[in-house]
């Protein structure tokens, strides 16, 4: 991988992270400011290593585990980042099968938002779309029907990924909506340890952290990659949470942004997994073109009112 090439992927990820995890940054700021200044301090400090080294740093070696099962636990430590080509092969010849899942986990969130989801209409459609939300449901299962399709035509075990890749996406789903009513009752106080509101930032966190994670995959499938770019913008979240959320908040149109990155990074999974070859400098491009233009469109926003 050439100077370049690292730069670009790097600032992508950090960029996917960011605009990203602003939800959860959002969520975080909420809770936070119900909390004692100690346990705030505890968060921000502890809570981002949990958050960086042991969520982010675990998932993708868990992920590399799991499609080289043979591997073992400590092989897929090592074969994360190991220089043997043989290795290295052998994950990129399986890799199909995490590019296939992680698309469909990516498409079927971007689909969500667009269908259900309050937002503010950043681009034209995007109002009609929500107003035809009984069509959520309809539209996925086809895509998952046609995606299985295709799949089973290259194996069997590429299609599993995709029946994987939904199920997590409903898994998770239906943790955030749970949290949803969590969250409201940690601010209206009928939770007052800040011990309980701790693990709920922390489980919360680790929610969030699977979309970022396999995002990631569609930049690289170099883990200490992934762990530098959505390291760096898990630090800048946590440093968002307290300093600016607030003037962050206005910049409505970042949420846009992270969500037309999912849908292409999904795509170009899907591409990918299924034999497409996508030239790598494309997805960071991309992210930070739809990140510098959703990021001035609510720029111009303020500047109106």
Do not use: C
């Amino acid at each position: 991988m050439d100077v370049f090439s690292f730069i670009l992927r790097s600032a992508g990820l950090t960029l996917f992270e960011i605009v990203g995890g602003l939800d959860n940054a959002v969520i975080n700021a909420q809770v936070l400011a119900t909390m004692s200044m100690r346990a705030r301090r505890w968060f921000l400090r502890y809570g981002l290593l949990i958050a960086v080294f042991l969520i982010r740093g675990f998932l993708p070696f868990l992920i590399v585990w799991i499609i080289n099962p043979a591997l073992g636990p400590i092989g897929a430590l090592t074969a994360a980042s190991s220089a043997d080509p043989r290795v290295r092969d052998a994950v990129e010849a399986s890799s199909s099968i995490l590019l296939v899942g992680g698309g469909t986990f990516l498409i079927f969130l971007f689909f969500h938002w667009l269908f259900l989801e309050p937002k503010h209409f950043g681009l034209w459609g995007e109002r009609f779309m929500q107003s035809q939300g009984v069509w959520f449901y309809a539209v996925v299962s086809v895509l998952l029907a046609g995606i299985i399709w295709f799949a089973l035509q290259i194996h069997p075990v590429i299609a599993f990924g995709a029946a994987v890749g939904s199920t997590a996406f409903f898994i998770t789903h239906g943790f955030k909506e749970n949290a949803e009513q969590a969250e409201k009752d940690l601010l209206s106080e009928k939770v007052r340890s800040d011990l309980s509101k701790l693990f709920y930032l922390e489980v919360i966190d680790a929610i969030f952290s699977i979309d970022s994670v396999l995002g990631a995959f569609a930049f690289t499938l170099s883990v200490p990659l992934i762990l530098l770019g959505n390291g760096i913008g898990a630090v800048i979240v946590r440093k968002v949470t307290m300093e600016s959320i607030e003037k962050i908040k206005q910049y409505k149109y970042l949420n846009n942004a992270a969500m037309y990155s999912v849908f292409f990074l999904g795509s170009v999974m899907l591409s990918d997994g299924f034999g497409f070859k996508i030239p790598q400098w494309i997805t960071p491009l991309v992210t930070i073109i739809l990140v510098t233009y959703f990021f001035q469109k609510s720029k111009t926003s303020l500047k109106v009112v």
